[in-house]
């Protein structure tokens, strides 16, 4: 099995914390909030959202996917590092046997953060991962994430 790794670099200008927890801690309550047009809830299918932890992601209707499951392995509020695998959803990836996210952030020298992600496309035997193939993931992934920042600077009480 072939390993695709693509790394990307967001800067923001909402704190390092504040952001961790909008993404990652308290992601079923501020995700849904920031995408109401494309994310209907996310819940904990197992655990409180520590390692080992499941969560379900649930799409609004009439797009490609209905739900995406994640196990969460890592999560490190002190670093602000977690590390997790999409191990479902409602429909079969041809290529693609799992994908592992990894995302740090840190604070950006001024204020604000930078967040690193990177995900490793593990593909299935025989299949070869492009570019192109994963672009659309990758801009979603970029659209949640700027639409989170502009959430959190739009209601400043909120992951404080």
């Known amino acids: 099995m072939a390993v695709t790794s693509y790394t990307e670099e967001f800067t923001s200008s909402v704190a390092p914390t504040r952001l961790f927890k909008a993404l990652i801690t308290e992601s079923h309550i501020c995700i849904p909030k ?16 520590g390692a080992g932890s499941i969560k379900q992601t ?22 602000l590092y977690t590390k997790y695998t999409l191990i479902g959803c409602d429909i079969e990836f041809e290529k693609i046997d799992s994908v592992v996210y990894e995302i740090k952030i840190e ?6 953060c930078v967040c690193k992600m990177t995900s490793e496309y593990h593909v299935k035997a025989g299949h070869e991962l492009k570019v192109e193939e994963v672009k659309e993931g ?16 739009a209601h400043p ?3 404080a």
């Open 34 to 49: 920031a995408v109401p047009g494309g994310i209907k809830s996310v819940e904990f299918l197992e655990g409180d959202g």
């Open 58 to 79: 649930n799409l609004v209707d009439g797009g490609k996917l209905k739900y995406m499951k994640h196990k969460i392995d890592v999560v490190d509020v002190e670093k």
């Open 107 to 112: 604070a950006a020298p001024g204020g604000g």
């Open 138 to 153: 990758k801009l979603k992934a970029s659209g949640l994430f700027k639409a989170v920042e502009e959430y959190l600077v």
């Open 157 to 159: 009480e909120e992951c």
